[in-house]
């Protein structure tokens, strides 16, 4: 059985960082795409991040609200991508996916709350 299994939020503080993990129990893991998204209450669900394959030098992408402040990072030996997650601003809280995509197959995760507050 398939499973993204997203780890790391919690509160933090306006301007604090924190580290999304994405463990995903998939075949193949090496050869999808993966991407981040977030849905905050009362929003559509919104990209952040993606990172390509190895094959095809691991590009990144990134929403602009995001860009220079969020880091993806992925690690095919345990099956987990990153979402390093700095200056963080109140705007920044929702709920954050991960997401896999290989060829047909498109997984996504239960999601984990990041709540930027003081």
């Known amino acids: 059985q398939v499973q993204l299994v997203e780890s790391g939020g919690g509160l933090v503080q306006p301007g604090g960082s924190l580290t999304l993990s994405c463990a995903a129990s998939?075949?193949?893991?090496?050869?999808?795409?993966m991407d981040w998204y977030r849905q905050a209450p009362g929003k559509q669900r919104e990209f952040v991040a993606t990172i390509t394959t190895d094959t095809t030098g691991r590009k990144t992408n990134y929403a602009d609200s995001v860009k220079g402040r969020f880091t993806i990072s992925r690690d095919n030996d345990k099956n987990t991508v990153y979402l390093q997650m700095n200056s963080l601003k109140p705007e920044d809280s929702a709920v954050y996916y991960c997401?896999?995509?290989?060829?047909?197959?498109?997984?996504w995760g239960q999601g984990t709350q990041v709540t930027v507050s003081s």
């Open positions: 998939v075949r193949d893991f090496s050869i999808g795409v």
């Open positions: 997401r896999y995509r290989g060829g047909i197959r498109d997984y």
